[in-house]
């Protein structure tokens, strides 16, 4: 009789807990759903999460709080230098645009982009730098290591993808023996990005002794699981006069001539030179500042690399940054004249880039995009393949790289100008991610990267408009759903 009693007694404290469950749901999902309602930017992203909410009980605001809700916004403001005092562009002195010039420094034609950049990022247009292609790791990477070799006084490095392979043991190599040898030696690392090899490669940099970070750790308490907010960013900067930076992390993927390299990664690295490199150094001491809560002074160099290329710092993010590149890409897709260059791996443009790229070509600009044939993440490009037919019925060109999967990020307009860096037109790089992009107001550096691209280009396969109209059904369905999570892909 007791047990009877008891088990009754459960099941009616069952079924009032299930009750007041009940109750408290849709105070739950409407706390929630009204959180991703105020605090959203992009209606899409708003709606995914307000359906997720109402749609799931419990679990959709569980997820919510765990993977929606930006923290980084105030969490950067604690750490991160206050620019709210910068002067905006040519306000500067050290601007470019203030020395009495025999010729303009910026085109007439590219004013606009200038202004835009100008008041976006509060960072001068620098002039005196030099830019140097680097292609593939073969290239890339040894001129990295001779760099840190050579270092006297500090090397910063930062990336997404550190492997713990062959190259990413050169590279602590290389890094242990400059800190031993009296240079300050910083390294920051995405959380997430290290994972992509066991073991993770910060078991080496701890093991020598390097002061090393990890960008926005996960944890499960108290929960911090920001699988989307990542920096992407890829900085090597050695002594303040050097810097590295584009698409290219740091692993034996990107060794591209490496027979035993089973799925090689194309890609383009840049060395610069000249004062751009001190405004990369404050980058990164942005991102070490909130990732290690250390403050660091950006150091003096010693020499200042010369050349003529005119250059300047565009960081991304969801902090304070947020859409500064997509601005840029309006305003220099809008100046353009004659030619738009676009390269790229992951290519998931907002209606608002694709309307702009339209528009470019209706009025006679050669509109022309360069993807891979073979992406590294399948359901990307399969995303990217459903938009394409409504650009190419306006006229942009596309274009498949055969072969060998290319990361590479190339954007030129008119052979004059030119954002490289780590950012892909997508919404993870434009939104989500943080990102560092270099402008480039130069006419060599602007033709010769123009050049790369019509080699590529010239090897590639075109998608014409009747071709991308009359796919399979299965395929343009499959294209059509991958599509649908494109801001979360």
Not at 61 to 75: Q, S
Not at 338 to 352: D, V
Not at 412 to 431: C, E, F, H, Q, T
Request: charged share 20%.
């Amino acid at each position: 009789m007791n047990d009877v009693i008891g088990a009754a007694r459960q099941l009616f404290a069952g079924i009032h807990l299930w009750t007041l469950l009940l109750a408290l749901w849709p105070l739950i999902a409407l706390g929630t759903a009204g959180h991703a309602l105020m605090t959203k930017r992009d209606a899409r992203a708003a709606w995914g999460w307000i359906a997720v909410c109402w749609l799931f009980p419990f679990a959709g605001p569980a997820l919510y709080y765990v993977f929606g809700i930006n923290r980084l916004h105030t969490h950067a403001q604690r750490f991160a230098i206050d620019r709210s005092g910068r002067h905006i562009g040519s306000a500067h002195a050290t601007d470019i645009r203030n020395r009495p010039p025999t010729s303009p420094a910026v085109p007439g034609w590219l004013d606009e982009v200038a202004r835009t950049a100008d008041v976006l990022t509060r960072r001068p247009l620098l002039g005196g730098n030099s830019v140097t292609p680097l292609h593939n790791g073969e290239q890339a990477y040894p001129r990295m290591l001779a760099a840190i070799a050579a270092a006297q006084d500090t090397v910063w490095l930062a990336t997404y993808i550190f492997d713990n392979d062959e190259i990413g043991q050169q590279f602590v190599a290389a890094l242990a023996a400059a800190q031993a040898r009296g240079v300050q030696v910083k390294v920051l690392i995405d959380d997430t990005g290290e994972r992509y090899s066991w073991p993770r490669i910060g078991r080496s940099l701890n093991a020598a002794g390097i002061a090393f970070a990890r960008f926005n750790p996960l944890r499960l308490l108290p929960p911090a699981l920001h699988l989307n907010l990542r920096n992407h960013r890829k900085l090597l900067l050695v002594d303040g006069c050097i810097g590295f930076t584009g698409g290219m992390n740091i692993g034996a993927r990107h060794l591209a001539e490496d027979p035993q390299n089973r799925r090689p990664t194309i890609d383009l690295h840049f060395e610069l030179q000249g004062v751009i490199v001190r405004q990369m150094a404050d980058v990164f001491a942005e991102d070490w500042a909130f990732a290690a809560h250390e403050k660091i002074g950006v150091p003096e160099p010693r020499t200042i690399g010369g050349g003529t290329v005119i250059c300047r710092a565009i960081t991304d993010g969801p902090n304070e940054d947020f859409e500064q590149l997509n601005f840029v890409l309006h305003a220099a897709i809008a100046a353009a004249r004659r030619e738009i260059l676009i390269m790229t791996p992951y290519f998931l443009p907002s209606a608002e880039l694709i309307a702009a790229l339209q528009g470019a070509a209706l009025r006679g600009v050669r509109t022309v995009i360069l993807l891979p044939r073979h992406n590294n993440l399948p359901y990307v490009g399969w995303a990217a393949q459903h938009s394409l037919a409504q650009l190419l019925e306006r006229g942009v060109r596309v274009r498949f790289q055969p072969g060998a999967f290319c990361h590479s990020k190339l954007f030129v307009v008119d052979g004059m100008y030119a954002l490289i860096g780590s950012a892909n037109w997508d919404p993870r790089s434009l939104l989500l991610n943080f990102e560092l992009n270099v402008e480039i107001y130069d006419a060599a550096v602007a033709q010769g990267l123009a050049a790369h691209f019509a080699a590529s280009w010239q090897e590639s396969d075109e998608l014409l408009w009747r071709d991308a109209q009359h796919l399979p059904f299965w395929r343009r369905l499959r294209n059509a759903l991958f599509w649908l999570f494109s801001p979360y892909l």
